[in-house]
């Protein structure tokens, strides 16, 4: 499964931004697919993910600001982010997982830079 971001950028605190992600390959073993984000210094952490079945998990740091969507058709996924705040700077990365093998599958990562 290779997995390809898009979007991003700079935004003032307060504003929106939208990430999207395209999956290609064995998308069939794309059972989870989510976002995740890593700021410089800290780990890797789970932002949301939405199963194939339309399951939803979003971390409490982003709810009710973050969204999370997902085409089974289309093979994308996206994270709609409004009222963005400083401390939502991170470097964004998609993320799959199979749930048969575990194996997990990451896109390259697209800066997301909240200036306050």
């Known amino acids: 499964v290779q997995l390809v971001e898009s979007g991003g950028g700079l935004v003032q605190a307060g504003g929106s931004l939208r990430l999207s992600c395209v999956a290609s390959?064995?998308?069939?073993?794309?059972?989870?697919m989510g976002w995740y984000r890593q700021s410089p210094g800290k780990q890797r952490e789970l932002v949301a993910t939405k199963s194939k079945g339309g399951n939803t998990y979003n971390a409490d740091s982003v709810k009710g600001r973050f969204t999370i969507s997902r085409d089974n058709v289309k093979n994308t996924m996206a994270l709609q982010m409004n009222s963005l705040k400083s401390e939502d700077t991170a470097v964004y990365y998609c993320?799959?997982?199979?749930?048969?093998?575990?194996?997990?599958?990451w896109g390259q990562g697209k800066q997301v830079t909240v200036s306050s």
């Open positions: 993320w799959a997982k199979n749930y048969f093998t575990s194996d997990e599958y």
């Open positions: 390959g064995s998308t069939g073993r794309a059972n989870n």
